[in-house]
């Protein structure tokens, strides 16, 4: 059984930053793209950002420019950086391990962690 296990959540005001990590097993972080992805209450998943070994990205048009994900190849952990978060980025994010490239949907990752909750609220 592949464990994603994340961190970093909580409660920020509106233009706060958190930084969410994944930690994976070495033998997935090291050929799988990383993913985040989010549901807020009511929505749909929906992907947030994500990230190839070699480093390629791909972010949702809604985080360009706010959100940055990375990778700790040591450390076997995948980054979720969050500036300038808004209310309507209140949902549970979820990291998701894919060897099908950076797609965007929640059928082409095959590990998903438990997901962490992160709420912008004043």
């Known amino acids: 059984q592949v464990q994603l296990v994340e961190s970093g959540g909580g409660l920020v005001q509106p233009g706060g930053s958190l930084r969410l990590s994944c930690a994976a097993p070495?033998?997935?972080?090291?050929?799988?793209?990383m993913g985040w992805f989010r549901q807020a209450p009511g929505k749909q998943r929906e992907l947030v950002a994500t990230?190839?070994?070699?480093?390629?990205?791909r972010y949702a048009d809604s985080v360009k420019g706010r959100f940055t994900i990375s990778r700790d190849n040591a450390k076997n952990t995948v980054y979720l950086q969050m500036n300038n978060l808004k209310p309507e980025d209140t949902a549970v994010y979820y990291c998701?391990?894919?060897?099908?490239?950076?797609?965007?949907?929640?059928?082409?990752?095959?590990?998903w962690g438990q997901g962490t909750q992160v709420t912008v609220s004043s």
């Open positions: 990230n190839t070994p070699g480093g390629r990205t």
């Open positions: 070495a033998g997935i972080f090291s050929i799988y793209v």
């Open positions: 998701a391990a894919s060897l099908r490239g950076l797609g965007p949907h929640e059928w082409e990752y095959d590990y």
